[in-house]
């Protein structure tokens, strides 16, 4: 146990040191090492002769400070010196906690919250599209997990300990489907997803939603979002205005939405993509993009583009697109932690991104960045792992040119894990046939886990990789991470989701071949084999709702829930088709008729599968599932 003797820090400190004692073992008292704090433009620390001192500009460099120092007393040294230089301002993470329909509890939030805070990121955002009570809008978020403003303010006081802020992330244009699908905002709506824009109630209900987003928060600022208006101006508008170019729409809606936003005294930030697609023909990313003169008019000068990007791997974009968005005054980078796309973590993807990013953000003088962690149709992923790609944007902040081995180590101090543990989840979906790394990424562990075993709509792209033993190995590897330590329901629930993948990948492709030889002892054995997934699937099941229910609030899982349901009653469903055919009572299995086409038009693994309802089953289930 460490012992810690606070008596000469500033009082501001006190309450983020005491929240941090219980999560990093130490204790406060009148014994053990002395701590004070001194001003500083640089991080420094400095241990010896049993007193310990961190200097600091900010509260965040000062927790970053007690991080370093905490990991130097955990090594037993009695001697030691640190200095650090921020890179940022501004560098933190986005969660998404509206569109996988997983909203983290606020105990969740506090845990996230310390791990941060030992690291020195000083942001957080929850993305809600509807996951936030409005007073005067009952309907919005209805029947979805939602916080309270108390719950929000909650988590605000504990952020502002550790000098962490916490801005609202919204969105006032379109990416609201769940809310815009009730019969009462149909007055508002320019298509399922979209506001109209000119409508007077229109900003009658964006004032609600802001009003609202910012109360529970110290911070003036807030994300206003206004991204991926796929459809702006090609529904209701245009019926009752014509067609009218989308930069004009925009700005229309801009103008409106940033009056509001000025009389309630916030300092605005929002996506940047609209703009530039209307340059480019809709593609954001277009490298030889010219922007016409007069374009910077079209953003006002107090609202600040983030300019998001988890894609290019080549340093040089990052630099030219940085300064095109300059143009329109200085943005704010966002950069992506790859968990998105199902049960894995895309590691490769999340580096080879990152690095090239934040190095040209660095270079050329970019003082906010932040990364999105997207929940992109169903959260399978649990949020804990996103720690290890929180810890590189983290280490690219404190040091001009980022120390690999340091960011190792740092990282098992600070979430007090194994390195090699979290970064085997990249194995979850970098199997055989997926070149090392994952660039491409693809994800094939989530849409093997749901493809229907029968119609096996992926089994085209899979055949003949050896899938069955790169999940059983991985199983052993994730068992062993889930045998001590604070993350062992975590890795539990993932050996079981390997578990289950090395039994389900290639058992289609075994029944099909079966079949068509006219093997029917081959066919039989099957049955024991779909008998044996079945249980295996649902200790999945119990395994991935308690580590939901321990993450997260309820409303939510009942999706996860329907999959797993599905995933079970077509596994009964399949025996007994298969059973009703080997007595005689089905003249054949019409399913495995079917030829195996590639499911994408394209050879090699899917990548970017991530609609449920597309994955298991060519028919008609609901729109978009």
């Given at each position: 146990m460490i012992h810690l003797n606070p008596c000469s820090l500033p009082e501001e400190l006190l309450p983020g040191l005491q929240a941090?004692?219980?999560?990093?073992?130490?204790?406060?008292?009148?014994?053990?090492?002395?701590?004070?704090?001194?001003?500083?433009?640089?991080?420094?620390?400095?241990?010896?002769?049993?007193?310990?001192?961190?200097?600091?500009?900010?509260?965040?460099?000062?927790?970053?400070?007690?991080?370093?120092?905490?990991?130097?007393?955990?090594?037993?040294?009695?001697?030691?010196?640190?200095?650090?230089?921020?890179?940022?301002?501004?560098?933190?993470?986005?969660?998404?906690?509206?569109?996988?329909?997983?909203?983290?509890?606020?105990?969740?939030?506090?845990?996230?919250?310390?791990?941060?805070?030992?690291?020195?990121?000083?942001?957080?955002?929850l993305y809600c599209e509807d996951s936030y009570t409005v007073p005067e809008e009952p309907y919005f978020?209805?029947?979805?997990?939602?916080?309270?403003?108390?719950?929000?303010?909650?988590?605000?006081?504990?952020?502002?300990?550790?000098?962490?802020?916490?801005?609202?992330?919204?969105?006032?244009?379109?990416?609201?489907?769940?809310?815009?699908?009730?019969?009462?905002?149909?007055?508002?709506?320019?298509?399922?997803?979209?506001?109209?824009?000119?409508?007077?109630?229109?900003?009658?209900?964006?004032?609600?939603?802001?009003?609202?987003?910012?109360?529970?928060?110290?911070?003036?600022?807030?994300?206003?979002?206004?991204?991926?208006?796929?459809?702006?101006?090609?529904?209701?508008?245009?019926?009752?205005?014509?067609?009218?170019p989308s930069e004009k729409i925009m700005q229309e809606h801009l103008k409106r939405v940033m009056e509001i936003v000025r009389r309630l005294e916030l300092v605005p930030m929002m996506w940047s993509d609209m703009f530039f697609r209307a340059f480019a023909d809709g593609d954001y990313y277009k490298a030889d993009i010219e922007i016409p003169e007069g374009a910077e008019k079209l953003v006002p000068p107090?609202?600040?583009?983030?300019?998001?990007?988890?894609?290019?791997?080549?340093?040089?974009?990052?630099?030219?697109?940085?300064?095109?968005?300059?143009?329109?005054?200085?943005?704010?980078?966002?950069?992506?932690?790859?968990?998105?796309?199902?049960?894995?973590?895309?590691?490769?993807?999340?580096?080879?991104?990152?690095?090239?990013?934040?190095?040209?953000?660095?270079?050329?003088?970019?003082?906010?960045?932040?990364?999105?962690?997207?929940?992109?149709?169903?959260?399978?992923?649990?949020?804990?792992?996103?720690?290890?790609?929180?810890?590189?944007?983290?280490?690219?902040?404190?040091?001009?040119?980022?120390?690999?081995?340091?960011?190792?180590?740092?990282?098992?101090?600070?979430?007090?894990?194994?390195?090699?543990?979290?970064?085997?989840?990249?194995?979850?979906?970098?199997?055989?046939?997926?070149?090392?790394?994952n660039l491409e990424q693809v994800n094939p562990a989530k849409y093997l886990m749901w493809q229907d075993l029968l119609a096996g709509l992926f089994d085209y792209h899979i055949a003949g990789l050896p899938l069955e033993k790169h999940y059983g190995n991985l199983a052993k590897v994730l068992n062993r991470a889930a045998k001590a330590g604070p993350y062992q329901d975590m890795f539990a629930f993932y050996a079981?989701?390997?578990?289950?993948?090395?039994?389900?990948?290639?058992?289609?492709l075994r029944i099909t071949d079966a079949y068509r030889r006219g093997d029917r002892t081959a066919l039989e054995r099957q049955l024991a084999a779909i008998e044996a997934l079945q249980g295996e699937a649902e200790e999945l099941r119990r395994r991935h709702k308690a580590v939901w229910f321990a993450r997260y609030k309820a409303l939510g899982w009942e999706v996860m829930d329907m999959r797993y349901g599905s995933l079970l009653i077509r596994l009964r469903s399949a025996a007994e088709e298969i059973g009703d055919y080997l007595a005689g009572r089905l003249p054949r299995l019409e399913e495995l008729e079917e030829e195996r086409r590639s499911f994408n038009g394209k050879e090699g693994l899917v990548r970017h599968a991530n609609w449920y309802g597309r994955m298991v089953s060519a028919s008609r289930i609901a729109p978009e599932a």
């Open positions: 941090l004692a219980p999560v990093y073992g130490f204790q406060l008292g009148s014994e053990g090492v002395l701590l004070s704090a001194v001003p500083g433009d640089k991080i420094r620390v400095d241990l010896s002769e049993g007193k310990a001192t961190v200097a600091f500009r900010r509260r965040i460099h000062f927790f970053r400070g007690l991080g370093l120092l905490l990991e130097a007393l955990s090594r037993g040294e009695t001697a030691f010196s640190a200095c650090e230089t921020p890179q940022f301002d501004t560098n933190g993470a986005m969660f998404d906690v509206s569109q996988g329909n997983a909203v983290p509890r606020v105990e969740t939030v506090k845990k996230l919250l310390c791990r941060m805070a030992v690291v020195g990121l000083n942001l957080l955002m978020g209805y029947m979805r997990a939602r916080y309270t403003e108390a719950e929000l303010r909650e988590c605000d006081d504990f952020a502002d300990a550790l000098g962490i802020e916490m801005v609202p992330c919204i969105q006032t244009l379109s990416h609201l489907t769940d809310a815009l699908k009730w019969q009462a905002f149909n007055d508002i709506k320019e298509d399922p997803d979209t506001l109209f824009v000119g409508g007077e109630k229109t900003y009658e209900f964006i004032e609600h939603l802001i009003r609202a987003a910012s109360a529970p928060f110290r911070s003036r600022r807030i994300h206003i979002g206004m991204d991926e208006a796929w459809r702006l101006g090609r529904g209701r508008y245009l019926t009752e205005h014509g067609l009218v107090d609202v600040s583009l983030v300019y998001w990007d988890y894609y290019h791997l080549d340093e040089e974009f990052y630099h030219n697109f940085i300064q095109k968005h300059r143009l329109f005054g200085e943005p704010i980078f966002a950069g992506g932690i790859w968990t998105w796309f199902g049960y894995g973590a895309n590691w490769g993807m999340t580096f080879a991104a990152t690095h090239p990013a934040l190095r040209a953000c660095k270079t050329l003088g970019v003082k906010e960045v932040f990364a999105t962690i997207w929940g992109d149709n169903g959260t399978e992923s649990d949020i804990l792992a996103n720690l290890l790609g929180l810890m590189l944007f983290a280490e690219h902040g404190y040091a001009k040119e980022f120390d690999e081995e340091k960011f190792r180590r740092r990282f098992e101090f600070c979430c007090d894990a194994c390195y090699d543990d979290f970064y085997a989840l990249r194995l979850l979906d970098e199997t055989p046939g997926c070149a090392k790394g079981q989701t390997a578990k289950v993948l090395s039994m389900k990948s290639e058992l289609g």
